[in-house]
């Protein structure tokens, strides 16, 4: 078992332009999760998906954010336009019955 | 609104001794609890939880208390080793929620 792996580990980017971070869960996890690290708030619930079904999305910063999670395996968090206040650590978890397991996390740095 | 607090951003112990972390909620309906160690680099990993219908919860060097009335739990490493220098993260949940609230997160050193 790979574990929940995500990509890029690193991005660097400009602000204004669009980034997409990768997530693909553990097999046979049915839930997965998008977090934020900051040093102020540590880990902030950014979306989560039951069975590929977006259940609470409250935590998205605002509309420059979205998600997704076309099927099972994969998932897609895109920031655009990025603002350097974006910049972060965003990690990704799948669980089931209530075991998390994070991802190594991606992070981001706008500029 | 950080319904999960984590007040002290870091701490040290020096190795051998008692390290311990701690952690305030402010949502009674929290009933279950978790601690999350994560090193640099690495996503968090699940370290130990305790449900509210307890109020201690052991597994070898550590240890989470969990004081419903003051909505407090701490966690206490003994002995601490250098192995444990890590970010600790608090959690919480709430009966039958799959998404778990988190703390800043509290940077332990072990010093030798």
């Known amino acids: 078992d790979a574990g929940v792996i995500q990509s890029p580990r690193h991005e660097v980017t400009e602000m204004g332009q669009e980034v997409t971070l990768r997530c693909k869960p553990i097999s046979g996890h049915n839930s997965l999760f998008w977090y934020r690290q900051t040093m102020m708030r540590g880990l902030e619930l950014l979306i989560y998906f039951n069975n590929n079904v977006p259940i609470d999305d409250s935590g998205m910063p605002e509309d420059r954010f979205s998600a997704k999670m076309p099927n099972a395996s994969f998932s897609t968090l895109k920031i655009q336009p990025s603002e350097p206040r974006d910049s972060a650590v965003y990690f990704c978890?799948?669980?089931?019955?209530?075991?998390?397991?994070f991802g190594s996390g991606t992070r981001l740095t706008v500029v | 609104d950080q319904q999960v607090k984590q007040n002290s951003p870091s701490l040290s112990a020096q190795e051998g001794r008692i390290s311990i972390l701690n952690c305030d909620y402010t949502n009674s309906m929290f009933d279950y609890f978790l601690w999350y160690k994560k090193y640099p680099a690495e996503g968090p990993t699940f370290l130990i939880s305790i449900s509210s219908i307890k109020d201690k919860n052991e597994d070898g060097r550590f240890t989470v208390f969990l004081n419903k009335s003051a909505k407090h739990l701490s966690l206490h490493i003994v002995p601490s080793q250098p192995g444990d220098s890590a970010v600790y993260f608090c959690a919480a949940s709430l009966r039958g929620a799959q998404k778990l609230v988190f703390g800043q997160g509290t940077r332990l050193t072990i010093n030798p």
């Open positions: 978890a799948s669980s089931i019955r209530g075991g998390y397991t």
